[in-house]
């Protein structure tokens, strides 16, 4: 049986109008997926669809976190994240380069969602692995490796081997 099916929505046999989904995505999601950058997290996914002859409309509420190592400090810290997407789903045979509308052979009965949520999540995740550790009571990054970093910027001024070139421009 395919572990993926859960994340299946019969679109064809449903009635026109507003449908709720939810699902948790956990650790064995995501393994499911090649390269994954998300080994760890829960995610809670809402689903609403409104379902429409031509066109329907998926409007996809993530809330979650996930576990990362820290591009500052290399702790483990728990990321948390919070995204919304919106996307169209309409009927036909044909191949579309806008990533927001999917295309739905005539003759499939149902929409496979678990790759669309497995991108919508991706998607949703901060180019920089950090959190404000600063406004946390206790935070779980490396103050020892903090505090070096905050010493080495001081080291750096202005006052360089550019300014005799800076004279020149005047």
């Avoid at 996914?45 to 976190?65: A, M, P, Y």
């Amino acid at each position: 049986m395919d572990p993926l099916k859960a994340y299946a929505i019969p679109l064809k046999s449903l009635r026109n109008g507003m449908h709720e989904y939810r699902w948790t995505l956990g650790g064995a999601f995501f393994e499911h997926f090649e390269a994954s950058p998300i080994r760890k997290g829960n995610f809670e996914v809402q689903l609403l669809l409104d379902k429409q002859n031509d066109l329907s409309t998926l409007q996809i509420n993530i809330e979650g976190k996930y576990r990362s190592v820290c591009d500052r400090c290399l702790a483990d810290i728990e990321i948390p994240v919070s995204a919304q997407h919106l996307l169209y789903v309409k009927s036909a045979n044909e191949k579309v380069a806008d990533p927001s509308l999917i295309c739905l052979s005539p003759v499939e009965q149902e929409l496979r969602l678990a790759g669309v949520l497995y991108e919508s999540v991706c998607l949703s995740l901060p180019i920089s692995q950090t959190i404000d550790c600063g406004a946390m009571e206790n935070p779980p990054c490396d103050l020892e490796v903090l505090s070096r970093i905050d010493r080495s910027e001081g080291l750096h001024t202005d006052d360089s081997a550019w300014d005799p070139l800076k004279k020149l421009e005047k």
